[in-house]
Nanobody, 126 residues
Framework: QVQLVESGGGLVQAGGPLRLSCAASGRTFSDYAMGWFRQAPGKEREFVAAITWGVGTIYYADSVKGRATISRDNSKNSVYLQMNSLKPEDTAVYYC???????????????????WGEGTLVTVSS
């Protein structure tokens, strides 16, 4: 059974850092693009960051560019999201996801992702 399990969420003060982890199991994801999405209360799910397999091309949403760093460790079947200078508007449930390729659907909230985690809540207090 394939699983993506996020961890690292919690309550953080504005301006602080946070590191999210996503551990995958059930298959190897070294040949998958992996990334992060988030969904704030009352809003649609949105793309945050992605890293492809192979050369590891990285993509960020404009809303987190310069504050977020995505990385992956294929030996651990894991992907990470480091976020700095957190803002209250970063409050959301953050989801890990994987797909065989990175494409435009990622920018539309990940309509056709192959795998999803159940999410981890990040709350940024002002």
């Amino acid at each position: 059974q394939v699983q993506l399990v996020e961890s690292g969420g919690g309550l953080v003060q504005a301006g602080g850092p946070l590191r999210l982890s996503c551990a995958a199991s059930g298959r190897t994801f070294s040949d998958y693009a992996m990334g992060w999405f988030r969904q704030a209360p009352g809003k649609e799910r949105e793309f945050v960051a992605a890293i492809t397999w192979g050369v590891g091309t990285i993509y960020y949403a404009d809303s987190v560019k310069g504050r977020a760093t995505i990385s992956r460790d294929n030996s651990k079947n894991s992907v990470y999201l480091q976020m700095n200078s957190l803002k209250p508007e970063d409050t959301a449930v953050y989801y890990c996801a994987a797909d065989t390729s990175f494409g435009s659907d990622w920018y539309r909230g990940g309509l056709d992702m192959d795998y999803w985690g159940e999410g981890t809540l990040v709350t940024v207090s002002s």
